[in-house]
């Protein structure tokens, strides 16, 4: 087996389409018996793959015979760089998911006042004795029982911590999984499909035919492990 690094060819002509544009669609060089592994993302124009022992090469057309090291090197450089751009992902994704399920509606300023009114009201509940505070205000301008407030108050606050102690903690999974990640240059390939490979978070209903009939089937829902689709696993990870 030899390792191939290389670059489409213009089907009609044979040239790469590093050195002429294309006149139709390109397509894989002719090396016998080629395996195409991947595309690379640092040089999107160069393919990897495998071929037969006796499989020849034409660096003046682009399509080089590579060493194992070589081989391991950009497969390195690869999962390097998909981690590099994986990890900023992890923070904007976290980002829209705290808008979506912890702003919301409300300005900045609800959510810091929550912290002291959750205090507050927890006070109120259990009878301390407080001779004003900002739930019975706000109690006395809406017009209800503080304690109904503050029950509203309690119950909202617990459950945006446990939305935030979630968010928090499938980001920080999910950064713990890519820093960890390790690079085994004895068998890179290993290391590229064990980068790739992919984990059930949940279920999720799909509507199918069966006998010409529509059923209704708990399909799973599968990411990469080490990918970012935070939505995804927040949507399936449970309450």
């Known amino acids: 087996m030899k390792y191939f690094k290389y670059t489409q060819i213009d089907p009609t002509t044979g040239i790469s389409i590093n050195r002429q544009t294309p006149k139709e669609g390109p397509r894989d060089p002719d090396i016998k018996g080629l395996q195409v592994l991947f595309r690379d993302n640092v040089e999107p124009h160069l393919y990897f793959g495998t071929a037969d022992d006796d499989a020849t090469d034409d660096p003046d057309n682009q399509c080089w015979v590579i060493t194992s090291e070589e081989f391991a090197f950009y497969v390195r450089r690869y999962i390097e760089h998909e981690i590099w751009h994986a990890k900023p992902k992890l923070y904007e994704e976290e980002n829209a998911l705290r808008r979506a399920h912890l702003v919301g509606k409300y300005d900045d300023t609800a959510t810091v006042a929550g912290v002291y009114k959750y205090e507050q009201a927890k006070a109120v509940l259990t009878g301390r004795s407080i001779s004003t ?107």
């Open 133 to 239: 505070t900002a739930v019975k205000d706000e109690a006395t301008f809406r017009g209800v029982d503080p304690a109904v407030l503050a029950q509203r108050i309690v119950e909202r606050h617990e459950e945006f911590r446990a939305k935030e102690s979630k968010i928090a903690g499938i980001r920080g999974k999910q950064l713990d999984r890519l820093e960890s990640f390790t690079i085994d240059d004895a068998d890179p390939w290993a290391s590229f499909q064990e980068f790739h490979k992919l984990e059930e978070v949940g279920t999720r209903e799909e509507q199918v035919f069966e006998n010409g009939e529509r059923v209704t089937k708990q399909v799973p829902v599968t990411v990469r492990y080490y990918g970012v689709e935070l939505g995804a696993r927040y949507q399936n990870s449970g309450s």
